[in-house]
């Protein structure tokens, strides 16, 4: 398990979530991880628990010029990077007559913008070092129609879209660049939800062809995956970690 090792990776919303378990995932493949989030407490908390030399830096990417200015303080600290987890994200639950254009300049900013902006900030130094590897999470909800959500899915059809975009624009230069799409992954976006309305967790457990939620572990072991060489023929795909719940038929459980 030591497939990164020398690799500097770069995680986004490393706080907690997702983020989190991608950046331990990257760890224990031997990568020295740069996490970065606005919550210092819970970055120093798992960088606590990391082996290879790992930096926190805090950066609130909802900001004007956020993602920018993030890559500069990146490069600064470590001079060169060749993995990026573009992982940060907002869900952004509105019902269509509720959602105001603030709402929706501040989940594209997050979302699109900033995770834009700090890409192109620092994929001239993963071609510096020969190529590298991008990886963004977007999300089902860009291909299944959402309820509630049009504006973050519109963000994650931005990312899906973006995502092929720059595979082209870096491949002849080694970057490779891929999207995965989460499902229903039990983090603090659905704590709420699953603690406060009863019997939600198991009726949408239903909808998924593996019958279960997924854990952060889930879709860090694919980041690794596509952090690592051996997905070195693979650009400008979306890949659903979703255990059958975008494309695959699902039929409530028999109970005989
Ligand atoms: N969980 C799911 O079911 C699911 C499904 C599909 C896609 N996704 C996607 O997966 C990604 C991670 O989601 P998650 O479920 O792990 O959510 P989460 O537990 O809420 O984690 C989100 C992370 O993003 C960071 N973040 C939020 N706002 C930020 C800001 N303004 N500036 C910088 N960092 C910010 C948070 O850190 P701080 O609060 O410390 O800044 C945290 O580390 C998101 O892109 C989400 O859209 C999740």
Redesign the pocket.
């Known amino acids: 398990m030591n497939e990164l090792k020398g690799k500097v990776a770069v995680v986004?919303?490393?706080?907690?979530?997702?983020?989190?378990a991608s950046a331990r995932a990257l760890d224990a493949a031997g990568a020295r991880i740069v996490l970065?989030?606005?919550?210092v407490s819970?970055?120093n908390r798992v960088a606590g628990d990391l082996s290879n030399d790992p930096i926190t830096l805090e950066?609130?990417?909802?900001a004007p010029r956020?993602g920018s200015e993030l890559a500069e303080r990146i490069l600064a600290s470590v001079g060169g990077v060749d993995i990026l987890v573009n992982?940060?994200?907002?869900?952004m639950r509105r019902k269509p007559d509720e959602l105001t254009e603030e709402d929706f300049d501040r989940v594209f900013s997050?979302?699109v913008r900033s995770l834009l902006m700090l890409t192109l900030g620092l994929g001239p130094s993963m071609i510096a070092r020969g190529g590298g590897s991008v990886i963004n999470?977007?999300?089902?909800?860009s291909l299944r129609g959402p309820l509630g959500r049009v504006a973050?899915a519109g963000t994650?059809g931005a990312v899906d879209a973006m995502t092929r975009a720059l595979a082209a624009d870096w491949g002849p230069d080694g970057v490779r660049v891929n999207a995965l799409?989460?499902?229903?992954?039990?983090?603090?976006?659905?704590e709420a939800d699953r603690r406060d309305v009863p019997g939600l967790a198991e009726q949408l457990e239903e909808r998924i062809g593996l019958k279960r939620w997924?854990y952060?572990a889930d879709v860090a072991d694919v980041v690794v995956f596509f952090a690592s060489d051996a997905s070195r023929y693979v650009t400008g795909e979306v890949v659903a970690v979703d255990g059958g719940m975008a494309r695959v038929g699902s039929a409530p459980r028999r109970k005989d």
């Open positions: 986004t919303g490393a706080s907690r979530g997702i983020g989190e970065t989030a606005r919550t819970d970055l950066a609130d990417l909802s956020a992982n940060a994200g907002i869900p997050i979302n999470i977007s999300s089902i909800a973050y994650k799409s989460p499902g229903l992954i039990v983090t603090s976006i659905w997924g952060g």
